[in-house]
C-alpha cells in the first residue's frame, strides 16, 4: 500500500528548494506579472490634446511676400549690376551744345498791336565728348523765345555724330505779324531803348539714337537750353548780333 505521506501535497506553493536541500537554479525571483512590465515611474509621457496649443500652419500669403522681396531685391542688385559695368566700358557723356553767333534781321515790333516781325540765324557747336559712343540727331525741333513768351519755331535737318566729333548746326527762325502778349512787346522795347540789346533764348528738343559698336541703339530724347543770348538792338535799328562771345548751353539726356 502507497504510503500516504510520500504523494506531494496540494493547495500549497512550490517550494523553492527541491526536497534534496539544493536550490533550483531554474527559479526566479521577484514578483510575477500577468501582463507586460509596467513603464518606470521616472518616464515621462507628453500628449498634447489641447488644440490651443497645436503647431500653426505657415501661412501662404506671408511666404509669398518674402519670396517676391527677395526676388525684387535681387533683381535690382542684377540690374544695378549690369548698369554699372555698361557705363564702365561705355563711360557715356552728355553731349556739349554752345552758341557761337546770332544774328537778327527785319525785326519789327509794333507797340500799338503786339505784332512782331523778324528773322534769327542762330549757329551751334555741337560736340560729341564719347570716345565710343555714336550719335544719330533724326528729328529736331527748335524755338526762339524772350524771357517765357515764344516767338518763332523751327525744324533743325537731322545730322550725325562719330565719336570724338564736332559738327556745327544752324537754325534759322522767322516770324511774320506774330502777335505777342503786351506785357512781353513793351519788355521787348523798353530793353531796346534802355540797354541797346534784347536777351533771347533757345530750346531744343531732339530725338536721338545712341549707339556703341554691337550694343543694342537706345534711344532718347535730348532737351537743350540756351539762355540769355543778348542781341545787340537799339530802338532805331531793324537787326542786329550777339554780343558778349559765345554761351554754352545746357543739356538733358
Known sequence: ???????????????????????????????????????????????????????????????????????????????????????????????????????????????????????????????????????????????????????SETTVAPFDQGTRNQTVVRATFAAAARYVDKKAADSINSDRTSRGSVDFNVRMVARVRLKAGSWRERHRFMRVYCGNLAVGLSSNSAGGTMVGGARECKVGL
Do not use: C
Open 1 to 151: 500500500m502507497e504510503n500516504q505521506y510520500s504523494r506531494p501535497a496540494t493547495g500549497y506553493p512550490a517550494s523553492a528548494y527541491p526536497t534534496n536541500g539544493y536550490p533550483n537554479s531554474t527559479t526566479t525571483t521577484g514578483t510575477a506579472y500577468p501582463y507586460a512590465a509596467p513603464p518606470p515611474q521616472s518616464a515621462y509621457y507628453y500628449n498634447n490634446n489641447n488644440p490651443y496649443y497645436a503647431q500653426p500652419n505657415p501661412d501662404p500669403r506671408a511666404a509669398f511676400l518674402r519670396r517676391l522681396v527677395v526676388i525684387i531685391a535681387a533683381s535690382f542688385i542684377i540690374a544695378g549690376t549690369v548698369v554699372f559695368i555698361v557705363w564702365l566700358i561705355l563711360r557715356p557723356r552728355v553731349p556739349e551744345f554752345r552758341v557761337d553767333s546770332v544774328s537778327l534781321s527785319n525785326f519789327n515790333l509794333s507797340s500799338t498791336s503786339s505784332l512782331l516781325t523778324g528773322n534769327w540765324d542762330v549757329k551751334f557747336a555741337v560736340s560729341n565728348p564719347n570716345h565710343k559712343i555714336s550719335l544719330y540727331y533724326d528729328h529736331i525741333e527748335a524755338s526762339v523765345f524772350y524771357k517765357d513768351e515764344s516767338l
